[in-house]
Nanobody
Framework: EVQLQASGGGLVQAGGSLRLSCDAS????????VGWFRQAPGKEREGVLC????????NYLDSVKGRFTISSDSAKNTVFLQMNSLKPEDTAVYYC???????????????WGQGTQVTVSS
């Protein structure tokens, strides 16, 4: 069973950058698609980006295009979410999740990390 741990969140000023990490144990990301989701207070969890060995990456949010990128390091079994030019509206808890294929729906993912808080101040 895959266990995920998300880290790298924090407080940053608007325009700044953060890099989130999703570390896996109990399995290898080569066998899974890994998605990043976020959930702001009072809002539903939404898909941000996903990466898989078969399909590359998929962007689910127009608002992050050109600012966020997803990548993986197979040797470290880690998936990264690089977030640049952060905006206050990016403030949310960010989660990584894994399953056999990418999907924008959080219901399609079996394995979840615990979430990491990202706060962007104006």
């Amino acid at each position: 069973e895959v266990q995920l741990q998300a880290s790298g969140g924090g407080l940053v000023q608007a325009g700044g950058s953060l890099r989130l990490s999703c570390d896996a144990s109990g399995g290898t990301f080569d066998d899974y698609a890994v998605g990043w989701f976020r959930q702001a207070p009072g809002k539903e969890r939404e898909g941000v980006l996903c990466i898989s060995s078969s399909d590359g990456f998929t962007n689910y949010l127009d608002s992050v295009k050109g600012r966020f990128t997803i990548s993986s390091d197979s040797a470290k079994n880690t998936v990264f979410l690089q977030m640049n030019s952060l905006k206050p509206e990016d403030t949310a808890v960010y989660y990584c999740a894994a399953d056999v294929m990418c999907s924008r729906s959080p219901d399609m993912y079996l394995y979840w990390g615990q979430g990491t808080q990202v706060t962007v101040s104006s």
